[in-house]
């Protein structure tokens, strides 16, 4: 999945003329936890990344709409950069929710339906992109009910990380 992720970072990155492009994400760096740790420690760990991942979408989301309340698709040389910033964080940070390994298998099932909505998501960025970068208030109105439903979604799905087999 994260090659997935990889190839849609291309196709968002062509940027285009007053449009910044993204950089690359950072490698995405493990959960720590502490040597020794139980079992329950890491799954813990596991559900609290998630979590704080989720969290932190949602919040860069609602930033930017705090930033530019109407959400509609501006000129404006500081809603483009928004835009991109906004994308830049999110796009990096489900890339990261969905490289770490579930620490139990019974995790599995509930990362691969994070995966592939976060996924989903960052396709729906990429499309936000390309309608900032080509200036299109459609496909920007499209963009924008994509990002709400998926935003509605992760908020849903973090609620619902399984707490044991």
Known sequence: MVAGVAGA?????????GLPDLESCRAPTPIVVPSGASAGDIEDAYRAAIITG??????ESLSFTARHPS???SNNSAFRRDYVAA????????AWLISLDPPAAYLDGFHAELSKMLGEY???MALGHAAVKSRNVSDFRKWDG?????IERLSVIGDSIPTGP
């Not at 970072?9 to 003329?17: F, K, N, T």
């Not at 989720?54 to 919040?59: E, K, Q, T, V």
């Open 87 to 94: 994308e830049q964080n999110n796009v990096c940070g489900a």
């Open 146 to 150: 994509r990002e709400n439903s998926v």
């Open 122 to 124: 960052v396709e729906t």
């Open 54 to 59: 989720i969290d932190n979408i949602i919040a």
């Open 71 to 73: 959400r509609e698709l």
């Open 9 to 17: 970072l291309v196709i968002v990155a062509c940027g285009g003329a």
